[in-house]
Nanobody, 124 residues
Framework: QLQLVESGGGLVQPGGSLRLSCAVS????????IGWFRQAPGKEREGVAC????????NYLDSVKDRFTISKDNAKNTVFLQMSNLKPEDTAVYYC?????????????????WGQGTQVTVSS
């Protein structure tokens, strides 16, 4: 059974940084691509970043390029999203998900392949 648990969210001022973690169990990180998604109130869920199962490819939403970095530690079964220079428009619930294909299209993510989410709020 796939299980993904996000942590690391919180309240941060504009320009600040946060590092999100996604701890996985029930599978190994060399079997799935892992994506980070976010959903703000009243908006659709959008893909933020994805890392391939081999770890050699990454993909980012244009608005977070050069500010966010996705990485993973296979030994710890954990995927990270380092977020810097945060902006108020980054405020959302952030989810990680296991995808059968890179770059983590939604149609390749099963309903039971999502974490519960962690809230990120960027505000002064």
């Amino acid at each position: 059974q796939l299980q993904l648990v996000e942590s690391g969210g919180g309240l941060v001022q504009p320009g600040g940084s946060l590092r999100l973690s996604c701890a996985v169990s029930g599978f190994t990180l060399d079997y799935y691509a892992i994506g980070w998604f976010r959903q703000a109130p009243g908006k659709e869920r959008e893909g933020v970043a994805c890392i391939s199962k081999s770890g050699d490819r990454t993909n980012y939403l244009d608005s977070v390029k050069d500010r966010f970095t996705i990485s993973k530690d296979n030994a710890k079964n954990t995927v990270f999203l380092q977020m810097s220079n945060l902006k108020p428009e980054d405020t959302a619930v952030y989810y990680c998900a296991a995808a059968m294909s890179f770059p983590c299209p939604l149609r390749y993510i099963g309903a039971n392949s999502w974490g519960q989410g962690t809230q990120v709020t960027v505000s002064s």
